[in-house]
């Protein structure tokens, strides 16, 4: 008696259809769900590149993975280059995958360490699988290396964020959920509890419900103007506030990677899609001007820009809470991380999978509540202290933008990371962290981060045997990302959109 009956969504975009699909898919047509948006109100569109979880969400609504890359234009994405970041003209890549397999009771990077400082080892990426296919520009599927112990190919993908959620949709309409046209204009309270009970829309028609998500973006018109809940901003460590984004023409075969190109005042990005290439400049405005970013952005365009440049407006940061009364925030109007690490859709993800796990009866009790507020803050602290990394970690004396990242104080949490890497080469992550060791040892190597000793139990095995196991590795992966399709073959093999109706820029 005490199940809640009626779901009302409020924002469609990639949050709303994102949580709407699997909703729908989990609970069918027991649970009445209602989405509300407006044709009239644009959404951000712009994070159209993923990590690796992301199949996880996909298998969850039994979506195929063909059809998906067909409808959405999308590619492949192994990893992330990162360009200009550790100092002027140096690469690295943060790949996706183990680096290198563990070693009895040690991590594979303090065997790397032992081996490089002996002269022993190539660059770090060598021992990747990831970034040997991403560096040839090739993909396949590949779960585990055939006799060997080391793990395969990770992936993700990129894709066009509005088809996406128009893909989704028909997802989410299959399963019962309702589309409800309009603006809303006002949002009705219980007056005893506080609870929101209802929207009212601008023709006067009014959606009721006993659960709301605040899937309305930066506007966060259910959490934030209905229930006041404060933000929290972080812009002292992350102090890009804007970002223009302008599609291209592509030129050439699409990478399986997205690029991020560090510039005096910020970074860019380059998505590659099947139709278009996704471009865009995050920057400070407290170290460069707007017209000065955007003169950045296009001048460094690879392809014919198809659109004018959007500027968009953010505070880094996260909500006091996420889940306020009957109000759970989804997406943008819960918190805001730049787009560096391609989170932005992983962090809605979470946001659906806690509510699942946690979902709430009428009484809307304390306990699931308070676990879920947790549990997102530790996902979003978390996800910060790995953007921030980026920015403290680097070597860049060259402007004033990057001597500040260089001697900002980090939290406490990213502080003591630092500091045990610096004198043992020690991560300790805990398996819940989005981001485990392989990923923080490729952005410390990529950006050269010091680390002045080795693990004991990393230096008690041979010499001899150290070098025939990193040679063994080395010649794996070389062979199995060597033999695989080009990433073009693949996608004109698997999930060529070509002949479908051009996608709207």
């Known amino acids: 008696m005490k199940r809640i009956a009626k779901l009302v969504i409020v924002g469609g975009g990639t949050a709303g259809w994102m949580s ?20 009239d109100i644009a959404t951000v569109g712009v994070g159209e ?12 609504l039994g979506i195929d993975e ?6 959405t234009r999308g590619t492949i994405k192994l990893g992330i280059e990162f360009e200009n970041w550790g100092h002027l003209g140096h690469r690295y890549m943060h790949a996706f995958g183990d680096v290198g397999h563990y070693q009895g009771l040690s991590p594979f990077v303090h065997y790397y360490l032992r081996a490089r400082a002996a002269g022993l080892a190539d660059s770090l990426g060598e021992y990747s ?11 396949g599927h590949l779960p585990r290396i055939p006799n060997t112990p080391l793990a395969g190919l990770n992936y993700a993908f990129h894709f066009d964020a509005g088809l996406y959620a128009r893909y989704l949709r028909r997802i989410a309409e299959g399963h019962g959920v309702k589309r409800q046209e309009g603006r809303i204009v006002s949002v009705e309270r219980d007056g005893g509890t506080g609870h929101v009970t209802s929207v009212t829309l601008a023709d006067g028609t009014q959606v009721e419900g006993e659960l709301f998500l605040d899937c309305s973006g930066f506007r966060a018109l259910l959490i934030g103007d209905a229930l006041g809940v404060g933000y929290q901003d972080w812009t002292h460590w992350l102090p890009a506030d804007r970002a223009w984004a302008v599609p291209t023409e592509n030129v050439g075969e699409p990478r399986p990677y997205t690029q991020s190109i560090a510039h005096q005042a910020g970074w860019q990005w380059r998505i590659p899609l099947q139709h278009r290439t996704g471009n865009g400049h995050v920057f400070s405005s407290a170290f460069t001007s707007e017209e000065e970013a955007r003169d950045v952005l296009l001048a460094n365009l690879e392809g014919k820009p198809i659109a004018e440049p959007r500027l ?65 803050r530790e996902v979003f602290e978390d996800v910060r202290d790995f953007i921030i990394l980026h920015y403290k970690a680097s070597r860049r004396e060259d402007s004033a933008f990057w001597r500040y990242c260089r001697d ?11 500091a045990l890497w610096g ?28 680390t002045s000793a080795v693990e004991p139990i990393a230096g008690a095995p041979e010499a001899a045997w150290v070098d025939d196991v990193l040679s063994k590795m080395h010649a794996s992966y070389a062979h199995f990302a060597a033999h695989m399709p080009t990433h073009g073959e693949y996608v004109r093999a698997n999930c060529d959109a070509a002949g479908l109706a051009t996608a709207a820029q």
């Open 408 to 418: 900002m104080e980090v939290p406490a949490t990213l502080q003591s990371k630092l």
């Open 423 to 450: 004198a043992k080469g020690r991560l300790f992550r805990e398996g819940r962290e989005l981001f485990g060791t392989p990923s923080w040892v490729a952005v410390l190597l990529g950006q050269g981060f010091p």
């Open 49 to 60: 590149a993923t990590i690796p979880p992301i199949l996880v969400y996909n298998q969850a």
């Open 20 to 39: 709407a699909a699997l909703l729908g898919r989990t609970f069918g047509r027991t649970l009445d769900i209602t989405l509300v948006e407006s044709d």
């Open 312 to 376: 968009i407006k953010f505070t880094t940061g996260r909500r006091d809470t996420f889940w306020e009364k009957n109000v759970v925030a989804i997406g943008l109007s819960s918190g805001f991380l730049e787009p560096l690490e391609s989170t932005s859709i992983h962090l809605i993800q979470s946001g659906i999978q806690k509510l699942l796990a946690l979902f709430p009866d009428r009484d809307f009790g304390a306990l699931e509540r308070d676990e879920y507020n947790r549990q997102m």
């Open 129 to 139: 699988l990831g970034e040997r296919a991403a560096r040839a520009g090739r993909f």
């Open 66 to 71: 063909a059809e998906f890359l067909r409808e």
